[in-house]
C-alpha cells in the first residue's frame, strides 16, 4: 500500500481577518475593563459608587460600592416629598453600622438613637410652601471600619434600599 500525501488545508482570508478584528475588540473591551476596576479600587472609576433606587418616593441613594480600609465617603439619600410629618427617620439595619462609622450628617440630624435592628436619625422638616413638591437630601459622612463584603438595609418613609459595598485593605 502506497503512503498517503499528507492533507492540505487552504485558509479563508475574509474568515481570518475577521477573527483578527474579533480578538482585537475584545483585547481592547478586557482592556476598558481592566482600567475601569482599577479606576474602582481609587475612588474615581464608574465602578466605585453605585445606585439604588427608591420609586414610590421618587429617591434614590448613592454610596460606595468600593471603599478602602480606614477611609472615609459619603453616602447620600435623596427623596421628593410634600410638607407631611415634621421629622423624617432614615434608619441603618445592623449589617451596616457594624461595618462602618457614621461620623456626621448633613444637614445634622435633630436626633439619634440606636434600635434593636440598627440605628436611626432624625431629620426636621424643611420649611416649605403649602402643596409644594421639595427635594430633600441627606448625606452620611462614613469611615470604614471592617474589611470584607457589607451588605445592608437602608430604610426611608417605608421603602427599603438594599446597599452592597465591598471594603478592600
Known sequence: MAPRPPLQFDTDDRLETIWKVLQKGLLVLLSLMV???????????????????LPAIQGAVRYDHL???????????EWKS???????????DRGLPDAVQVTATTPTASAYRITPDGAAWSFAAPPQGAGQIMVNRVTFHIGTSKVGLTRGRLRLLGQDAVLKSFVFP
Open 35 to 53: 482600567v475601569a476596576g482599577l479606576l474602582g479600587l481609587l475612588g474615581r472609576g464608574p465602578l466605585s459608587h453605585a445606585v439604588t433606587p
Open 67 to 77: 471603599a478602602r480600609n480606614t477611609t472615609s465617603g459619603q453616602s447620600s439619600v
Open 82 to 92: 410634600r410638607p407631611a410629618a415634621a421629622q423624617t427617620e432614615i434608619s441603618l
